[in-house]
């Protein structure tokens, strides 16, 4: 039995946050995301109780393992929500881990853990991309780039944009900014690719 698309989904993204979850940093930005009443275990230290005990899974008598781990994912799921870990809009979920990166270390990022650079489709989605853009009162990259046609944008594979939300009189590089930016108010500008703006990746 496999699991399905959508618990692959938030176990991406669980593992795509576990590292600021276990180095601390989530103190001061969200709350503490509860590994342990999840997981279930006893530890003796904080550091510990970050990391999931997925062995416990395996001998449990109230059901095979892959029925277990599906309904302790849900779970997760409900707690990345509730503590926006996560946002959520059109099928899709957005994550940060609060890092900063260039384009292509964003775009490298999210490919790792299992999804990609954030691309809003829909005003729903540039607000649950926006939701993080504010709380770090920070720009973002978007999965958004400039054809062979400068001043023209599309998406990274190539396709038209259905949606665009630039700012008033963008984009204005001019050819010599190929990558977009979202600003905190959410609406879109066109830059540089070298900048270090928040990872926000889409899964």
Not at 11 to 38: D, E, H, I
Not at 62 to 70: F, K, M, N, S, V
Request: some cysteine; overall charge neutral; glycine content about 10%.
């Amino acid at each position: 039995m496999m699991l399905s698309p959508q618990l692959h989904k938030i176990l991406a993204v669980a593992f795509f946050l576990l590292p600021l979850c276990a180095q601390g940093k989530l103190a001061g930005f969200l709350p503490s995301f509860p590994f342990k009443p999840l997981f279930g275990g006893r530890s003796n230290s904080a550091e510990e109780q970050q990391i999931p005990d997925l062995t416990a899974l395996a001998g449990n008598e109230h059901g095979d393992p892959i029925h277990q781990l599906e309904y302790r994912i849900s779970r997760l799921e409900g707690v990345l929500r509730l503590n926006k870990m996560i946002t959520e809009s059109g099928g899709k979920i957005f994550a940060t881990n609060g890092k900063k990166a260039d384009f292509d270390g964003t775009v490298e990022k999210c490919k790792e853990a299992g999804g990609s650079i954030a691309t809003p489709k829909s005003p729903g989605e540039n607000d649950a991309i926006l939701y993080f853009v504010k709380y770090f009162n920070t720009y973002a990259y978007l999965g958004i780039k400039q054809s062979l046609i400068p001043g023209r944008f599309q998406l990274l594979n190539g396709a038209q944009l259905s949606y665009t939300n630039w700012y008033p009189n963008e984009p204005s590089g001019k050819g010599e900014e190929e990558c977009v930016e979202m600003y905190t108010d959410g609406t879109w500008n066109d830059k540089k690719c070298n900048k270090n703006h928040l990872i926000v990746c889409q899964f």
